[in-house]
């Protein structure tokens, strides 16, 4: 099924470690995001892309680096992890920005930092 | 700064309980709403999307409606698998989402 797929889905780093996560999507969707998503906070926006090539800071962009080398791939590194940078991160893609039909979400990686 | 705030927190309701989960937002210059549904350990899975006050969408027992400082999702006669947590989002002038914390519905049989 077309959509966008996340590797991996689990991860436990310890602090210091880097690690790097990635994101796949077959839709030919211009832009993609990296989110992370905290209990009791929204999604938040890390990075972003417009397109191959191109990258964005987000809200929350401090302690990650992204690339975008390929048009569906987009990849979101931790230099050295943080306790802090436990959460679970989604990736996202749509067709434009301001998409009539949202974005298409993958499953999610769960990361651990100890 | 756009913001957006979801309640209740979490709302458990019975079988063919009819509800309505409330969005609050501000943002610079509207340029959509949006309703996701997420399901544990999935990613959120786009419902609507709404672009002006007074509009309303629907898809099954669900409802969205907007004003021009707050959105709806109305339930109606939920099933257990109505059960998810709902986000709701907006995308003003500065076009980056900002989402809300969720609203956890459980539906008991």
């Known amino acids: 099924n077309a959509g966008v797929t996340q590797t991996p889905k689990f991860r436990v780093l310890k602090t210091g470690q880097s690690m790097t996560l990635l994101c796949a999507q077959d839709?030919?969707?211009?832009?993609m995001y990296w989110y992370r998503q905290d209990p009791g906070m929204g999604l938040r926006l890390i990075h972003y892309?417009?397109?191959?090539?191109?990258?964005a800071k987000g809200e929350v962009p401090d302690g990650y680096n992204v690339s975008r080398l390929k048009k569906q791939n987009f990849l979101l590194g931790l230099e050295s992890a943080a306790p802090s940078q436990t959460s679970v991160y989604f990736c996202?893609?749509?067709?434009?920005?301001?998409?009539?039909?949202?974005?298409?979400f993958g499953s999610g990686t769960r990361l651990t930092v100890v | 700064e756009d913001q957006v705030t979801q309640s209740p927190e979490a709302l458990r309701l019975q079988e063919g309980e009819s509800s309505s989960l409330n969005c609050s937002y501000t943002?610079?210059?509207?340029?959509?709403l949006f309703w996701y549904r997420q399901d544990p350990g999935k990613g959120p899975e786009f419902l609507f999307t709404?672009?002006?006050a007074g509009e309303e969408k629907e898809k099954e027992r669900l409802k969205a409606t907007l004003t021009k400082k707050e959105s709806f999702l109305h339930i109606t006669a939920p099933k257990p698998e109505d059960s998810a947590t709902y986000l709701c989002?907006?995308?003003?002038?500065?076009?980056?989402?900002?989402f809300g914390p969720g609203t956890r519905l459980s539906v008991l049989p």
């Open positions: 989002a907006v995308q003003g002038n500065g076009q980056n989402f900002v």
């Open positions: 839709m030919n969707h211009e832009y």
């Open positions: 709404l672009y002006s």
């Open positions: 996202a893609s749509s067709y434009r920005q301001d998409s009539n039909y949202g974005y298409t």
């Open positions: 943002v610079s210059g509207l340029r959509g």
């Open positions: 892309s417009v397109g191959e090539g191109t990258t």
